[in-house]
Structures are given as structure tokens and as C-alpha cells.
């Protein structure tokens, strides 16, 4: 087995670590280093429907992923305007082949990593590495994850029109709720044309049968050919929730994505979130400072385990939480709410809208439960 020797080391070439090679192979100062992906997959290719929502014009690197644009959510078919924000889908395989455009990813399948005193080993199916730094973003939970949002979606064209492009809809509540919190998610790419993805909020994960039932319930139906299928089970969970802003000195193995806790618990958003954490590394790395971590502020992680706790208790309330928030509250500040940028005033005009007795019985219970 070969050793081969690099400076920094990216394990997993998905959402966290290609952030992270691209932000680094745009500075400079990492033109003297040797930076290597492993990753497992040799072909990844369109896998996910990446959303995302900015107030700004997306950045340079963003703007050259962008496969849709929306400006409206349409909750219960009432058009509700998202401005300044807009929602944009991201595509995978621009993604993947940005990536292989600045790092080619070596592939293998990473089996143990270690930390010395001079660094970092890795051993994988084919060669051994060895690192000054190591990233990973493999998902090696050390916990228990016991709730999960799972989906199943397809992306449908129909002979008829039936879509309106003009507005997506972010959580439909047609469909039953089967003792969890589930719902439609739609993304109309034109009239004839549009993911279609059934996603639950529940201890016991979505199956193929299940969704594949709700779908051609809500489809009722309707004639239609499938050009995609994704799926996926996204940790909703605070244990991986980070408490402290930055790693220690001597901390060689990073983590990253996911597995570093960059996943919104209550809605799964993720890839933001991995590109400001690639951002602030790199930062961190040519200005020689502590490395970050993902981490957010005390009241929204609070915030979220109440939602968990009521979603995973009181499953029945979810529908009416999700619904009332959507259909009451400004949509701008409900985006703003999720992105984590919300005042406490925001805040209050918001929790306004919700059922106050329920958060209140169950932040009371949070804080007890966690003494
Ligand atoms: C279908 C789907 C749709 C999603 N849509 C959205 C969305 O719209 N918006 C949003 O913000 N978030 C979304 N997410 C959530 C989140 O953005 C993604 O899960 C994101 O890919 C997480 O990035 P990551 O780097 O943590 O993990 P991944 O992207 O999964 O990357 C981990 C990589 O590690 C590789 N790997 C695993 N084990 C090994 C090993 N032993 N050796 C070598 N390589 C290995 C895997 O092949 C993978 O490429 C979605 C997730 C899924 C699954």
C-alpha cells in the first residue's frame, strides 16, 4: 500500500467537502500546499435538488450553479411573494464538476483515520495518506439519531400543463398525516414539469411504498413521465448541535457538512451553511486563527429543540405549526427566522402566530429535561 503525503486532506467529495476545495483553490496562498478529495464515489452525478434562499445577488460561485429561480411560495394556492428573498435551486452536476475542475477527487473508500503527533493518517481500501490537516465530512455519527426528515421526489413532466411556474410550494398538507408530520414539496421547473417530493417528519422514516402512494394520491391521476428520483434521510436532531465557536490548537481532524452539525435540525437546510463554514476555514487558515466550527447562536439551537421536541411528542400538532407560520407570518420573515438572522422583536411577531400554550408547556419542559 502506497503512503501518499498532502497538506490538507477532504474526505468525501460531496456538499461540504467540494465547498471547501473550491473555496480553498480560490485563494492564493493555498497554491503551496497539496490538497487531496477522497472520495468513495467514482461517478457522482445529479443525486440532490439543492435549494437555497438569498436577499442578495448570489456570488460569482453560486450564481454559476443556479438551475431555477422563484419569487413566490404558493401556500394553500394564495400567492405569497418571498421578497427581498428569492429561492434558487442548485445543480449537482455543475457542483461536482466544478470541483473536479479544481481537485479531481482520488477515489477510495476511506476506512480509519487517525491523529499523531505529526499529523494525520488515513487508511483506505487502496492507499494509505498522511495530512497535516484532515476534513471529513463522512458520516460517522457518534450518536443516535431518532428522528428523521426522509423524502422520496421526482421530478414529473406532464402531457397537460398543470403546474404555474411561478411559485413553489414549500410544504403542501394535502396529503394525510398518518400519526407524523408530512407534506408535498413542489419546485415547478415550467407548467408540464416539476419536482414532486413527499417528505415526512417522523421517527420512522418515509418508505418508497408509502411516498410513492401519497404522490399519485396528490397527483390523482394525472398522465406523466419521470426524468429524476432522489431520496434521502436527513438527521433532525440536536445532538449534533455545536456548543463551542472554535476548534483547539492541536485539533488536526475537522469535521465537516453534516457530520459537523451544518444541517439545520428542523429543516435540513444545509448548503449555505456549508459554504460560509468552507469560507470562515479558509479564512481561518491563511490568517493563522482558531479554526471555526459551525455554530449558532444559544436561542435559535433552543428554538429548534422545542420544535423537535413538539414534532417528536406531539406529532399531530406539526401540520398546524408549519401551516399557521406559512400562512400568517410575512414570508420574508419566516425565511429570515430560518436563516437565523431574526431580533428577539422578530421573533415575538412571529411565535405570535403559533400556538403559544404548546411552545410554552414544551420550552418549559426543554430546559427541564436538560438540567
Ligand atoms: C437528496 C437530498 C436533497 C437535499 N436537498 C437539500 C436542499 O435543497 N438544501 C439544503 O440546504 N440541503 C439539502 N440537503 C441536505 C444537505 O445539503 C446535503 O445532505 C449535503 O449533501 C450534506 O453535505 P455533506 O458534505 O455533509 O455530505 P455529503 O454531500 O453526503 O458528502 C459526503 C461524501 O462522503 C462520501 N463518503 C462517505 N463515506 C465515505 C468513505 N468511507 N470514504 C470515502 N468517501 C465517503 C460520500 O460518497 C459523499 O460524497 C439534501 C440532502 C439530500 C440527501
New binding site residues.
Given amino acids: 500500500m502506497e503512503l501518499n503525503r498532502y497538506d490538507y486532506i477532504i ?8 465547498w471547501l476545495a473550491l473555496a480553498m483553490k480560490k485563494q492564493q496562498f493555498f497554491e503551496r500546499y497539496k490538497i487531496a478529495i ?4 467514482a461517478s ?1 452525478a445529479e ?6 434562499w438569498l436577499k442578495s445577488e448570489p456570488d460569482a460561485m453560486l450564481a454559476q450553479l443556479i438551475a431555477g429561480t422563484w419569487k413566490i411560495n404558493r401556500h394553500h394556492n394564495k400567492e405569497l411573494r418571498l421578497e427581498p428573498y428569492t429561492y434558487y ?1 442548485a445543480s449537482a452536476v455543475k457542483f461536482y464538476e466544478a470541483i473536479r475542475n479544481v481537485c479531481p477527487p482520488i477515489v ?4 480509519t483515520i487517525s491523529q499523531h503527533e505529526d499529523g494525520v493518517t488515513i487508511i ?1 481500501e487502496n492507499n494509505q495518506y498522511h495530512a497535516q490537516y484532515v476534513f471529513t ?3 460517522s455519527l457518534p450518536i443516535q439519531v431518532d428522528f428523521l426528515q426522509s ?1 422520496y ?1 421526482w421530478r414529473i413532466r406532464t402531457q397537460q400543463p398543470y403546474f404555474s411556474p411561478s411559485g413553489i410550494d414549500l410544504m403542501n398538507f394535502s396529503i394525510p398525516q398518518s400519526g407524523c408530520t408530512q407534506f408535498i414539496y413542489i419546485l415547478p421547473y415550467s407548467s408540464t414539469e416539476a419536482l414532486v417530493e413527499v417528505t415526512r417528519f417522523a421517527e420512522r422514516p418515509i418508505d418508497e411504498k408509502e411516498a410513492l402512494q401519497l404522490r399519485d394520491a396528490y397527483l390523482n391521476n394525472l398522465q406523466y413521465s419521470i426524468t429524476y428520483e ?5 438527521p433532525m436532531t440536536a445532538a449534533l448541535d455545536v456548543t463551542k465557536r472554535f476548534h483547539g490548537e492541536n485539533e488536526r481532524i475537522i469535521p ?5 452539525g ?2 439545520k435540525p428542523t429543516t ?7 459554504k460560509k463554514h468552507a469560507e470562515d476555514i479558509v479564512a481561518a487558515l491563511t490568517q493563522k486563527t482558531p479554526i471555526p466550527k459551525p455554530y449558532r447562536k444559544y436561542r435559535f439551537r433552543l428554538y429548534d429543540r422545542i420544535l423537535l421536541r413538539i414534532l417528536r411528542e406531539t406529532s399531530h400538532y406539526g401540520k398546524e405549526i408549519f401551516d399557521r407560520l406559512l400562512s400568517k407570518a410575512p414570508q420574508a420573515l419566516v425565511l429570515k427566522f430560518l436563516d437565523e438572522q431574526t431580533t428577539l422583536f422578530d421573533e415575538a411577531k412571529l411565535f405570535a402566530t403559533l400556538p403559544k400554550r404548546l411552545f410554552l408547556k414544551n420550552l418549559w419542559l426543554e430546559l427541564k429535561w436538560k438540567k
Avoid: H, N, V
Avoid at 432522489?230 to 436527513?234: M, P, R, T, Y
Avoid at 465537516?256 to 459537523?260: D, P, R
Fill in positions: 474526505l468525501g467529495g460531496g456538499g461540504s467537502g467540494g477522497i472520495e468513495k464515489d457522482k443525486d440532490r435538488t439543492w435549494c437555497f435551486q477510495d473508500t476511506i476506512k483506505g465530512s463522512l458520516p423524502f421526489g432522489e431520496s434521502g434521510a436527513i465537516i457538512g453534516t457530520a459537523a451544518a444541517t435540513g437546510y444545509t448548503f449555505l451553511k456549508m
